[in-house]
């Protein structure tokens, strides 16, 4: 069993940063790849980035390439999510994924745990 806990949302102006974090325990963190997705109401989870098990390769979304950078610590089982120049379109609760396996994938069907989740509100 996989634990997600992120941390690190809130309200932020058009044009500012938050940096969200995702704490893991249960299983091999440095093994896997990890995964952001954001979901607003009334619409499917949508990837945003990922990183591979050992940090080495990332893969990002169109809509979020150039802004939002993905890294990890496996020393602190911890992945983050660099948010910068943030637009009012990123608004949405993002949520933490654990990878089935080791590379930067961009399907739902690719992970198999997930976090809560955390709210990121961009006001114009």
């Known amino acids: 069993q996989v634990q997600l806990v992120e941390s690190g949302g809130g309200l932020v102006q058009a044009g500012g940063s938050l940096r969200l974090s995702c704490a893991a325990s249960?299983?091999?963190?440095?093994?896997?790849?990890m995964g952001w997705f954001r979901q607003v109401p009334g619409k499917e989870r949508e990837f945003a980035a990922a990183i591979s098990w050992s940090g080495r390769f990332t893969s990002y979304a169109d809509s979020v390439k150039g802004r939002f950078t993905i890294s990890r610590n496996n020393a602190k089982n911890t992945v983050y999510l660099q948010m910068d120049s943030l637009e009012p379109e990123d608004t949405a609760v993002y949520y933490c994924a654990s990878g089935r396996t080791g590379g930067p994938r961009s399907d739902y069907s690719d992970y198999d745990y997930w976090g809560q989740g955390t709210q990121v509100t961009v006001s114009s």
């Open positions: 249960g299983r091999a963190f440095s093994s896997v790849a």
